[in-house]
């Protein structure tokens, strides 16, 4: 069932409710007061009749001259306490109907009472009245016109409530389909998209309200998926592109070796060649695994890690590897939200490029406090025109072509820093060389997370 009919059947429902409790309560407070009116009349008429009692029990209906000033609209009745009909009503029917209740007044035994009789194919209100000893007066009014009073009310509640659920169901669908309309228009979008894959599509966000915020997050995840997926393009198309060179390369060299016209120590040179082109092929495919895995990885998970404990182990790492550098590292403990592996490996890559662009027996300056691991070398630095480029993906400086690297080691860096929320940045340091800062959200100005 869509939900524009549900919508309409429940307004319909409501209103169905709402008139019938409000022509319920109607019905019975009219019913009340036309019986009620009726009930004022009898007892007005029986009490006419009380004084003149004597002389009119006996004989054909009284008149006028039996009761002057009286108003004979009404039947009546003398019953005595066996239950006998002294005087009838001498109208259209030729008595009330008695019964031991009717006795019981006359007798004395009862109190006057109201009720509802059927007599010749009418109905009729009676008040039954002890008049005097042995003696019942009943007073009737036909309930003809209460009845057909009550009838037509009865018709005209039905009307108003057919007309009333008729309009709800129809206003209900109209309001549906409005507020629903929206709602389609994104499905179908949605479908659409579905279908074409296309991501730069948006939908109409139109008004602020639950429908609006609905397509306007939409929107929003369209844009992101629409980034990454254009990213990703983007890396495959550069990595291929780097790719190529060293394959190429690779392959010329095997082809060379494949005539096997080759002087021994020739040979000997192009196979070391080869074996220093596959090493860095396949150093290119890791780097490119780990700067894929941080684009698309998802948010750093928020551990408490101690960045300064982080670096030690990092700049421990370096100085093995590098042994032509002075590494040394000045810390502070600073605690930091997110992964620590992932977090290594950034300040890795800062210390291998400050290891290979250091003079030789260069001095790199490693300090962590508040959140911030600054690295700083006395190479010859990142010019200004450069620095803009050095985070680009592939990118290296021109006089950096001679030297081995890919130009992804400070994107991935920069991945790292983007994913825990930090920043990266170069500045020339004082006195030459390059100091790059790696920047993260320190937990509590980078003081010892609170105890959980
Ligand atoms: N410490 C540094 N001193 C001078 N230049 C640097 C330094 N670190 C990075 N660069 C420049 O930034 C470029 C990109 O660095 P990176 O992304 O690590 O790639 P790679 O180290 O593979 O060349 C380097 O090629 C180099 O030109
Ligand atoms: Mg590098």
Redesign the pocket.
């Known amino acids: 069932m869509s939900l524009g009919l549900r919508l309409a059947i429940t307004a319909a429902g409501a209103v169905a409710v709402a008139i019938g409790i409000a022509s319920g309560v109607m019905y019975f407070s009219v019913q009340r007061s036309l019986i009620q009116e009726t009930d004022a009349v009898l007892a007005d008429r029986a009490a006419q009749v009380r004084p003149v009692a004597p002389r009119v029990v006996v004989g054909p209906p009284p008149t006028r001259t039996d009761i002057p000033g009286a108003k004979l609209d009404v039947l009546m009745q003398f019953v005595d306490g066996e239950g006998r009909i002294l005087r009838g009503p001498m109208a259209e029917i030729d008595a009330l109907p008695v019964d031991q209740a009717t006795a019981d007044v006359a007798a004395g035994r009862a109190p006057a009472f109201f009720t509802d009789v059927t007599a010749g194919g009418t109905r009729y209100r009676v008040l039954t009245v002890p008049l005097q000893e042995d003696l019942a007066l009943q007073v009737a009014r036909p309930l003809t016109e209460v009845d057909a009073i009550l009838q037509q009310l009865t018709l005209t509640v039905l009307g108003v409530l057919v007309a009333g659920v008729v309009l709800a169901a129809a206003v209900g669908g109209l309001v549906a389909r409005a507020s629903l309309t929206p709602l389609d228009r994104l499905t179908r979008t949605i479908e659409e998209l579905t279908r074409t894959r296309d991501l730069t599509r948006r939908v109409e966000s139109g008004g602020h309200d639950e429908l609006g915020r609905l397509a306007g997050s939409f929107n929003s995840l369209l844009a992101a998926l629409d980034t990454s997926l254009r990213s990703q393009r983007q890396l495959v198309a550069d990595a291929s592109h780097e790719l190529r060179t060293p394959i190429t390369s690779v392959r010329t060299n095997l082809e060379l070796l494949q005539r096997g016209m080759l002087e021994p120590d020739e040979r000997e040179r192009v196979l070391g060649d080869v074996v220093s082109e596959l090493a860095r092929l396949s150093h290119l495919v890791a780097e490119l695994i780990d700067l894929a895995r941080e684009e698309e990885g998802p948010p750093a998970p928020a551990v408490d890690v101690r960045l300064d404990e982080v670096a030690r182990a990092a700049v421990g790492i370096a100085a093995a590897e590098w042994p032509g550098v002075e590494l040394s590292l000045t810390a502070e403990p600073t605690w930091v939200k997110g992964d620590p592996d992932r977090i290594e490996r950034a300040i890795r ?1 800062l210390l291998d ?2 290891a ?2 250091s003079p030789p027996g260069g001095e790199i300056e490693v300090a962590v406090r508040a959140g911030e691991v600054a690295v700083r ?1 006395h ?4 010019s200004e025109a ?1 620095a803009p480029h ?1 985070f680009d993906r592939f ?3 021109p006089n ?1 072509r001679r ?1 081995p ?7 991935i860096v920069r991945e790292v820093a983007r994913s825990h929320g930090g920043t990266v940045g170069v500045e020339r340091a004082e006195g030459g060389g ?1 100091l ?1 800062r790696l920047r993260f959200p320190a937990t509590a100005g980078g003081l010892a997370p609170a105890a959980s």
Do not use: H
């Open positions: 890559n490029n400050a290979k662009w070398d190479g010859p630095g990142v450069d050095v990118w290296r400086a950096a030297m690297g890919s130009g992804l080691g400070l994107s390059a790059f």
